[in-house]
């Protein structure tokens, strides 16, 4: 982003500091950010080396990172209380006062994604307000939201520390995480926006200060963005702790239960949304390079089944995107600093689509895969797609990083495949007739682009209900590490009802 040559320069005496930016918060963290940034903001590149020697020493220790409270309740119990427990019952209030301790840090994390970074970037004018808005988004909205849930917890609190009934509060305070729609449907972009942000000398350096001082626990701006949806996604879990821990016969049991469905229902709309948002935006990405590329089956998905970086029997580098009826092969490029993806060869309609599992070291296709996969003796983790008709005589051998994300899509292809084919015997498939495998050779029209290299990771599936992805809504399971697969209805009968199950409790 280029400032503008008629910038009005203002004195150094005059400019705010940023200290005076963010409110007083108890232990003085973030104060202490907000005198240590102040110089960091006024430096120009004339600076002198007194000011560099002075303002940007590194020579002392770092302040080590501010950490959470960490106390449990029935730390908090004085002896006689706790010895009037039962341990199913202390169990049940700790599972109760780690929602509400949750509930306080949300609270704390979204003032200060407001008061350490949107605020302080506006007024130095590191970001303009249209891109901050589009990052943060409606960020600030949903304090009152978890503000409303704890003192409701408060209010059910008795004068020992106890709470009697959580259900009732739960379940009419669980429908108003919807307003969460919006902003985890736009939560793809906003990251992207950042990203592409980053690469501002101005930003980059800002973003690195806050992360190295204490108020950040050593997060990132985008951790910080990202704690709502990480939040969503813990709310199944923690119901189900607490009804874990309630006796059969307390007036919660049913309550609880139904609060579960309602969560469950709320994170299963969420993540419907963002996977439409999620596939129009790489939809909109998409370049063509012939008309006769375009298909209406592409414009007219609603939902991304899976999506990620394979490599071609060339070598090449490809991002292959399986929309809900068709497959689109794509190389990453980059526009004007923004990426996008140029369509490669003829998108492939599910209904045509064979796929072929091949074995490492196989090379019954055309061309050996030794001197196209790299100086192993075989080639590993490959795949192939081509259209079960050989009168487009086109065929793709495409490998993954790893036998995990290889087996990931070759499931997803399949599910995906399932409702329009029956199972071709391996027998038959070697009686195939030869398709012309994808090389620069057979498709003149697509010009040799290098592929631009695409962050680190291999594929982003969304493939079984125990998994679940950021950027997407996230399944309850999300502690497991587990990426998901986003599913959608709007479609053939059959392929909704098969991918409706794919649909848990994922979110933004």
Same mark, same amino acid.
């Given at each position: 982003?280029?400032?503008?040559?008629?910038?009005? @320069?203002?004195?150094?005496?005059?400019?705010?500091?940023?200290?005076?930016?963010?409110?007083? @918060?108890?232990?003085?963290?973030?104060?202490?950010?907000?005198?240590?940034?102040?110089?960091?903001?006024?430096?120009?590149?004339?600076?002198?080396?007194?000011?560099?020697?002075?303002?940007?020493?590194?020579?002392?220790?770092?302040?080590?990172?501010?950490?959470?409270?960490?106390?449990?309740?029935?730390?908090?119990?004085?002896?006689?209380?706790?010895?009037?427990?039962?341990?199913?019952?202390?169990?049940?209030?700790?599972?109760? %006062?780690?929602?509400?301790?949750?509930?306080?840090?949300?609270?704390?994390?979204?003032?200060?994604?407001?008061?350490?970074?949107?605020?302080?970037?506006?007024?130095?004018?590191?970001?303009?307000? #249209? *891109?901050?808005?589009?990052?943060?988004?409606?960020?600030?909205?949903?304090?009152?939201?978890?503000?409303?849930?704890?003192?409701?917890?408060?209010?059910?609190?008795?004068?020992?520390?106890?709470?009697?009934?959580?259900?009732?509060?739960?379940?009419?305070?669980?429908?108003?995480?919807?307003?969460?729609?919006?902003?985890?449907?736009? =939560?793809?972009?906003?990251?992207?926006?950042?990203?592409?942000?980053?690469?501002?000398?101005?930003?980059?350096?800002?973003?690195?200060?806050?992360?190295?001082?204490?108020?950040?626990?050593?997060?990132?701006?985008?951790?910080?963005?990202?704690?709502?949806?990480?939040?969503?996604?813990? %709310?199944?879990?923690?119901?189900? #702790?607490?009804?874990?821990?309630?006796?059969?016969?307390?007036?919660?049991?049913?309550?609880?239960?139904?609060?579960?469905?309602?969560?469950?229902?709320?994170?299963?709309?969420?993540?419907?949304?963002?996977?439409?948002?999620?596939?129009?935006?790489?939809?909109?990405?998409?370049?063509?390079?012939?008309?006769?590329?375009?298909?209406?089956?592409?414009?007219?998905?609603?939902?991304?089944?899976?999506?990620?970086?394979?490599?071609?029997?060339?070598?090449?580098?490809?991002?292959?995107?399986?929309?809900?009826?068709?497959?689109?092969?794509?190389?990453?490029?980059?526009?004007? *600093?923004?990426?996008?993806?140029?369509?490669?060869?003829?998108?492939?309609?599910?209904? *045509?689509?064979?796929?072929?599992?091949?074995?490492?070291?196989?090379?019954?296709?055309?061309?050996?895969?030794?001197?196209?996969?790299?100086?192993?003796?075989?080639?590993?983790?490959?795949?192939? @797609?081509?259209?079960?008709?050989?009168?487009?005589?086109?065929?793709?051998?495409?490998?993954?990083?790893?036998?995990?994300?290889?087996?990931?899509?070759?499931?997803?292809?399949?599910?995906?495949?399932?409702?329009?084919?029956?199972?071709?015997?391996?027998?038959?498939?070697?009686?195939?007739?030869?398709?012309? *495998?994808?090389?620069?050779?057979?498709?003149?029209?697509?010009?040799?682009?290098?592929? =631009?290299?695409?962050?680190?990771?291999?594929?982003?599936?969304?493939?079984?209900?125990?998994?679940?992805?950021?950027?997407? @809504?996230?399944?309850? #399971?999300?502690?497991?590490?587990?990426?998901?697969?986003?599913?959608?209805?709007?479609?053939?009968?059959?392929?909704?009802?098969?991918?409706?199950?794919?649909?848990?409790?994922?979110?933004?």
């Amino acid at each position: 982003l280029q400032e503008p040559s008629t910038k009005r @320069v203002r004195p150094l005496a005059r400019v705010t500091s940023l200290a005076n930016l963010i409110s007083p @918060v108890r232990n003085g963290a973030v104060r202490r950010f907000g005198q240590t940034i102040q110089s960091f903001a006024l430096r120009s590149d004339s600076k002198s080396p007194g000011c560099a020697q002075k303002s940007c020493s590194r020579s002392a220790a770092p302040t080590p990172p501010k950490r959470r409270n960490s106390v449990l309740w029935s730390e908090m119990l004085d002896v006689n209380m706790k010895e009037s427990l039962s341990t199913k019952e202390i169990k049940r209030q700790e599972a109760i %006062y780690e929602m509400s301790r949750g509930e306080q840090d949300l609270i704390e994390d979204l003032k200060l994604a407001r008061k350490a970074y949107h605020d302080p970037m506006l007024k130095l004018s590191i970001m303009s307000e #249209e *891109e901050l808005t589009h990052i943060f988004g409606d960020l600030d909205s949903y304090i009152p939201l978890h503000e409303d849930l704890l003192a409701s917890l408060g209010e059910a609190t008795k004068p020992d520390g106890t709470v009697e009934q959580i259900g009732p509060i739960l379940v009419k305070w669980l429908p108003r995480l919807h307003a969460y729609k919006g902003y985890c449907s736009n =939560q793809l972009a906003a990251k992207a926006l950042l990203d592409q942000k980053k690469q501002d000398r101005r930003v980059q350096d800002f973003l690195q200060r806050c992360l190295e001082s204490p108020f950040s626990r050593k997060l990132d701006l985008w951790s910080f963005l990202d704690i709502p949806r990480s939040r969503l996604v813990k %709310y199944p879990l923690l119901l189900k #702790e607490i009804l874990r821990h309630t006796p059969k016969d307390h007036p919660d049991i049913h309550i609880l239960e139904e609060a579960i469905s309602i969560i469950q229902g709320v994170l299963s709309d969420i993540n419907l949304k963002k996977g439409e948002s999620e596939c129009q935006y790489y939809i909109d990405k998409l370049e063509y390079l012939d008309e006769k590329q375009k298909d209406p089956r592409i414009e007219g998905s609603k939902a991304l089944l899976c999506h990620g970086e394979l490599k071609n029997k060339n070598g090449h580098k490809l991002y292959v995107f399986l929309f809900q009826d068709i497959l689109v092969l794509t190389r990453p490029v980059t526009r004007n *600093e923004r990426q996008a993806f140029q369509v490669y060869r003829q998108p492939i309609p599910v209904q *045509e689509l064979l796929l072929e599992d091949l074995q490492d070291g196989d090379v019954k296709m055309g061309g050996s895969f030794r001197g196209a996969f790299g100086n192993s003796d075989k080639a590993k983790n490959i795949f192939r @797609v081509r259209f079960q008709d050989p009168s487009p005589g086109q065929s793709h051998t495409l490998q993954a990083n790893d036998v995990f994300h290889k087996q990931q899509w070759v499931n997803c292809i399949r599910t995906a495949i399932a409702p329009f084919q029956r199972n071709i015997p391996a027998s038959e498939l070697k009686e195939l007739p030869e398709l012309s *495998e994808e090389s620069e050779e057979n498709n003149p029209s697509v010009p040799n682009i290098p592929a =631009q290299k695409h962050r680190s990771g291999i594929s982003e599936m969304e493939l079984d209900e125990s998994a679940a992805e950021c950027g997407s @809504v996230l399944d309850s #399971e999300e502690a497991k590490g587990v990426k998901s697969h986003r599913t959608s209805s709007g479609h053939r009968k059959s392929r909704e009802k098969q991918l409706s199950g794919k649909r848990k409790e994922t979110l933004v």
